[in-house]
């Protein structure tokens, strides 16, 4: 029977959960809102919200984003650029946000300016002070080419582009705006709130208390993270001794040049607000027991956040015996100077101005250089790890470790290639690039391996993995030549090597590029003749099942189905065998192939969606695209028309993720064609759009969900 039901798109996007309540700011959100309002013209497609570190630019965005996301059909997208340290990479994490995949050496700018064309999305770019240069060059290119794009700034300093409409962010009023355009009290509403989580409410009849607090409210000019760190004290603290500790302390810390003195909102400038936010953070960091205060200096050291786990291995030492770590993180945790993550409960992270206190410190105990080596020397650790075991049940597990662990991953890679031991940074360049390429981090591996590869480093395994990932990421990337010259650096290598299953692997490269460039015949003869070794855990053992791959595409694209599954077969039995299931989903998508082909329209859409299945799990866009589309040709023979223009709908919606449709392969795209016109055939124009553009608007997860569950008589 054909699919009736009709599915609920959600918002698009990836705004995280709010933790905690939001006070006040109902002028500024206000005024954010009607800016923000796509059917409000042109003024507002640029809005920069400026203020001193703390005060609540980025809770204040967030909010204002999610209150007008229903007006975004295509998502209100937060990219977080604190993690960034080297300039040039805006655009990139831009791209990763919007999840596009791309696989071409195009210029990033266009390939997110090709995509947002036409559609109507809200970007915000938050903590740009650090990458203002870059910040403004991007935003400028993508509002002048994506007519529908709005971009919502959080920063210190303002981009200084044409249009930009600044909101300048004050403190929280304590007493009430003199004009009455700010509720009295908000500071105060705040301080409140956070008193009770630490066990001190303050009731509305505590008259003296309400003083109190107020007084503490004026002492720290109403900044919130300054009240948010106060207020965390009250779990040791009575608030009258809080009032007296900030009396006492307040005006003694001194004056010292930091990076804190970015924190002001005007470059050089350097505030009564910004001395108090300064100073206030002193305060907190100051009341810290001697080993807390260690631990947040050698906290500063990670990047987009951290698990308890690495924070043993990085952290520990000396006086900071590791069975004491989970204790003094619990009380950094109470005491709001270390968050939970809202997203992934295992998870933390530090505030940037919290954690450049913790930077400042960590140098002035001369530890900087020793915990940064530790840190690039454990994700190196990881990283090999994470290669050993990818062939592997774990692998799932890996994918999820370098999705979270990418900034950190990113960092590590960037200290490794500044190092001059350039054995170690290739090494380390080739686990993480083959992590990244397998995670959907294509161009960042691209980078890491270009720059290690460069200075021509010395033979070892580390260098034959490096060029063996360079050349598995032009393949994806559609750079065909590149990767013909990739495949014979590749081989050389192994066979200088001497390892017999870095040779097969290698054939990988060759194979696969002449299958891509349609030479079908020479790509089955390369693959073919590859011995089949014994299969490994490691990343070699990965490429091992990647050279059946490409042989079992390389006949099904000639036409060859039967020996094509046969192939897949193979990989599908030692997929299983492995627990993997990067290859092991491919392997179903071609053993599908050749169900439709035979004829067998149930075992293809079993098949294709398994294959999804496996896709999802490792967060591969391209594969589960590739699926999709083959599922909707499967479900348009079984007579439900309206269920295959929605999965074409979807398919859809992920090869824009790609940046690339059927990745530019004749074959594919031709087949996606045909498929197209059955169902139009079968529907009839007007139903056909309605189906497809249900598809459209559904959100990636909801996507895949539909794509996986069974409609009645499937």
């Known amino acids: 029977m054909p699919d009736t039901t009709h599915p609920n798109p959600g918002n698009l996007g990836n705004l995280p959960p709010e933790t905690h309540s939001f006070v006040g700011r109902r002028a500024e959100l206000a005024l954010l809102r009607a800016l923000l309002d ?7 497609r640029l809005v920069s919200v400026v203020g001193v570190g703390g005060v609540g630019k980025t809770r204040l965005a967030l909010r204002a984003a999610a209150e007008v996301r229903e007006a975004y059909p295509d998502g209100v997208w937060l990219t977080e650029l604190s993690p960034l340290h080297t300039p040039g990479l805006v655009d990139l994490a831009v791209m990763e946000t919007l ?18 064309r036409g559609k109507r999305l809200l970007i915000v770019l938050d903590s740009c002070e650090h990458l203002l240069a870059d910040c403004a060059k991007v935003t400028a290119a993508l509002l002048s080419r994506a007519p529908g794009l ?12 044409p249009g930009e409409e600044v909101l300048h962010l004050e403190p929280l009023p304590v007493d009430g705006g003199a004009d009455g355009s700010a509720p009295a009290g908000d500071a105060v509403a705040l301080f409140a709130e956070r008193a009770a989580d630490a066990g001190r409410p303050l009731g509305d009849d505590d008259l003296a208390g309400r003083a109190t607090a107020a007084a503490v409210c004026r002492r720290l000019d109403g900044i919130p993270l300054a009240l948010e760190l106060a207020a965390a004290r009250l779990a040791d603290l009575t608030l009258d001794q809080l009032h007296a500790r900030l009396g006492e302390r307040l005006p003694s810390l001194p004056d010292l040049p930091s990076p804190l003195d970015l924190l002001s909102s005007e470059p050089g400038e350097r ?4 001395q108090t936010l300064r100073t206030a953070i002193g305060w907190s960091h100051e009341l810290c027991a001697p080993l807390e205060r260690l631990l947040w200096a050698r906290l500063s050291v990670f990047t987009g956040g951290f698990c308890a786990e690495t924070v043993q291995q990085v952290c520990a030492g000396g006086p900071l015996a590791p069975e004491r770590i989970a204790g003094l993180l619990a009380r950094l ?20 101005t919290v954690r450049e206190y913790g930077t400042d410190w960590l140098h002035a105990l001369g530890e900087e250089r020793a915990v940064r080596r530790r840190h690039r020397e454990h994700y190196a650790r990881l990283a090999h790890q994470g290669c050993a075991e990818w062939n592997t049940g774990r692998q799932v597990a890996w994918c999820e470790r370098v999705l979270s662990e990418h900034a950190n991953f990113r960092a590590a890679v960037e200290s490794a290639l500044a190092e001059p031991d350039r054995t170690a ?3 380390m360049a080739g686990h993480v690039g083959f992590l990244w390429r397998h995670c959907g981090y294509l161009r960042e591996a691209q980078a890491c391996l270009d720059q290690a590869l460069a200075a021509d480093p010395p033979p070892g395994h580390g260098r034959t993995l490096a060029l063996w990932s360079r050349g598995a990421v032009a393949i994806l990337q559609g750079d065909q030549e590149a990767a013909a010259n990739w495949a ?3 081989a050389d290598a192994a066979r200088d090597q001497g390892s017999p299953v870095a040779m097969v692997a290698a054939v990988y490269v060759r194979g696969g590029q002449l299958a891509l460039t349609s030479r079908l015949a020479e790509a089955i003869d390369v693959l073919a003749a590859a011995p089949q070794l014994p299969i490994q855990d490691d990343a070699f053992g990965a490429a091992q099942l990647q050279v059946r791959l490409a042989l079992s595409l390389a006949h099904v694209l000639r036409g060859e189905y039967e020996r094509g599954r046969e192939v897949a077969d193979e990989v599908r039995t030692a997929s299983r065998k492995q627990g993997e299931y990067w290859c092991g989903a491919f392997a179903d998508y071609l053993i599908a192939q050749a169900d439709l082909a035979h004829g067998d329209t149930p075992a293809a859409v079993g098949g294709a969606r398994t294959s999804i299945a496996g896709h999802a799990l490792l967060h591969n866009t391209v594969g589960a695209a590739m699926s999709l589309d083959l599922l909707a040709a499967a479900i348009v023979t079984t007579g439900d028309a309206h269920r295959a223009a929605r999965l074409l709908g979807i398919g859809t919606r992920l090869w824009e993720l790609t940046g690339r449709a059927q990745m530019d392969s004749p074959d594919l795209i031709a087949t996606r064609r ?4 059955r169902v139009r055939e079968r529907l009839g124009d007007d139903a056909y759009e309605a189906g497809y553009r249900e598809g459209l608007a559904m959100s990636y997860d909801e996507g895949i969900a539909y794509a996986s569950s069974r409609s009645s008589g499937q």
Do not use: F, K, N
């Not at 796509?38 to 507002?44: F, K, L, T, Y």
């Not at 195009?106 to 947002?116: G, H, K, L, N, Q």
């Not at 505030?271 to 910004?274: C, K, Y």
């Not at 045909?674 to 016109?677: I, K, M, R, Y």
């Open 38 to 44: 796509p059917g409000g013209g042109p003024a507002g």
């Open 99 to 116: 999840r596009l995949a791309d696989q071409s050496t195009r210029p990033v700018i266009d390939v997110i300016a090709e995509w947002a």
């Open 150 to 161: 709005r971009i919502l700034v959080t920063s210190r300093e303002r981009l200084a582009l």
């Open 271 to 274: 505030p009564p607000r910004h």
């Open 333 to 352: 945790v109470a005491q709001s100077i270390v968050l939970p993550d809202p997203v992934i409960s295992t998870r933390y992270r530090m505030l940037d």
């Open 425 to 427: 940074a290739v090494e």
């Open 488 to 490: 014979i650096r590749c």
């Open 674 to 677: 045909t498929c197209e016109l």
